[in-house]
């Protein structure tokens, strides 16, 4: 049996899944680098819109504490932490098998910079929102019908981040600001630029069996 809820709050919603931890053998949760770190493979990208969110928080030192750590590669609209990716077991692995996939095998040897013992380490507000709706195939299966609202509340949060990370985009353009360079500045852009909070739909609990 699983559960899964969505909780919303101060504009940013995560799905809750109650066998996330306990997910061996799911494609995505598998590692050949011995981490168990159920699917965070990723490396966390923060769009302008993720930092907004996280300004308005109050949670600013968050941001400065990616801008200065050392695995993050900053461009003019993102910051993205870099986890680790064993890219001379990956390389050993393409050659040894030649596996139908339909998707990219290096996240069975990649884990996010984030991950800890017992998961995520740092609260939902503080990660970026590919992390809070992300679900895996073999929940999102098992779901069955159910799952479309909360795909379709998905959607469109997506659309809604994207619209006004755009929108910040054409603010920093307008302004002729580099993110980069000026990071005191972009953050002081980013916190005055007024923008309407998210409007969720509630959505019922998903009871599943695995
Ligand atoms: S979404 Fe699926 S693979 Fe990821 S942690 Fe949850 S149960 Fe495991
Ligand atoms: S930030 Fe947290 S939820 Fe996102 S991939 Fe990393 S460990 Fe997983």
């Known amino acids: 049996m699983f559960t899964l809820s969505c909780e919303f709050k101060d504009n940013i919603p995560v799905f809750h899944c109650d066998t996330c931890g306990n997910c061996k053998n799911f494609i995505e949760s598998t590692s050949y680098i011995g981490i168990n ?4 493979w990723y490396f966390p990208k923060y ?7 996280i ?5 600013i030192d968050f941001i400065y504490s990616l801008i ?16 680790f990716y064993n890219s001379i077991k ?7 098998n030649n596996p139908q996939l339909d998707f990219d095998s290096k996240l069975f040897f990649r884990v996010c910079p984030f991950v800890g013992k017992k998961g995520c380490t740092i609260d939902f507000q503080l990660r970026p929102h590919p992390c809070n709706l992300y679900l895996c195939r073999e929940i999102i299966k098992k779901s069955g019908e159910s799952y479309k ?19 910040l985009k054409y603010e920093f353009m307008d302004k002729d600001i580099h993110f980069f360079k000026d990071f005191s500045k972009s953050l002081k852009i980013i916190k005055a630029f007024n923008i309407p909070a ?6 019922p609990k998903i009871k599943g069996t695995l």
Do not use: W
């Open 37 to 40: 770190r159920g699917c965070c």
């Open 47 to 53: 769009t302008l819109m993720d930092i907004k969110n």
């Open 55 to 59: 300004i308005n928080i109050g949670k």
């Open 68 to 83: 200065k750590n050392a695995n993050s590669k900053i461009s003019q609209y993102f910051i993205e932490v870099q986890g």
């Open 90 to 96: 990956h390389k050993v692995y393409c050659k040894n």
């Open 149 to 167: 609202k909360y795909s379709r509340e998905r959607k469109d949060y997506y659309s809604y981040c994207n619209y006004f990370n755009n929108s």
């Open 198 to 203: 998210y409007e969720p739909i509630k959505l």
